[in-house]
T-cell receptor, first 108, second 115 residues
């Protein structure tokens, strides 16, 4: 079993749709959680950290469930520019493990 | 701030050649990382460093070496290049334990082809 597993995708949604990604992790000692965005042939960029109480940044909402060991990312009112691969990242003792990513395509 | 810079951007190597991928960060981050990303796949950790003089293996260290003589620089050395090392290599840095922050900032990557 992989340490970090994400929805296989791809997700193809129309503009304006709401889409949710889930990610599960196996190390219960994990301390920090993040969502990154990666555009084609580019480096990953931090989208948002994920806090225990849940957090929101504009159209993006991240949730953490430590008991069930999963994190989620909700994107509301999808834009064409949201098309990218979204990477779930789990950090334990300074070492980060990346999920394989879920590809989102937002269509007009 | 330039952030994390990597050189070269592209490189083609012949089998058996060696090269060093350069990585420099100007954010005074303690932690630095090297990843590789094969086409359509996720990132795999090659090596990481929690500070100058300290390095440790990641998930896929075979065929690579690193050193960390300064806070800013974290070069990755490929010895005896093999076709299996064809990949995109990303360097990243973060504050780490001292800053209590582990979000990573990535360089633009080096696209390496071994033929």
């Amino acid at each position: 079993r992989k340490e970090v597993e994400q929805d296989p995708g791809p997700f193809n949604v129309p503009e304006g749709a709401t889409v949710a990604f889930n990610c599960t992790y196996s190390n219960s000692a994990s301390q920090s959680f993040f969502w990154y965005r990666q555009d084609c042939r580019k480096e990953p960029k931090l989208l948002m950290s994920v806090y225990s109480s849940g957090n929101e940044d504009g159209r993006f909402t991240a949730q953490l469930n430590r008991a069930s060991q999963y994190i989620s990312l909700l994107i509301r009112d999808s834009k064409l520019s949201d098309s990218a691969t979204y990477l779930c990242v789990v950090n334990s003792a300074g070492k980060s493990t990346f999920g394989d990513g879920t590809t989102l395509t937002v269509k007009p | 701030n330039a952030g994390v810079t990597q050189t070269p951007k592209f490189r083609i190597l012949k089998i058996g050649q060696s090269m060093t991928l350069q990585c420099t960060q100007d954010m005074n981050h303690n932690y630095m990382y090297w990843y590789r990303q094969d086409p359509g796949m996720g990132l795999k950790l090659i090596y990481y460093s929690v500070g100058a003089g300290i390095t440790d293996k990641g998930e896929v260290p075979n065929g690579y070496n690193v050193s960390r003589s300064t806070t800013e620089d974290f070069p990755l050395r490929l010895e005896l290049a093999a076709p299996s090392q064809t990949s995109v290599y990303f360097c990243a840095s973060s504050w780490g334990l001292a800053g209590g922050r582990y979000e990573q900032y990535f360089g633009p990557g080096t696209r390496l082809t071994v033929t």
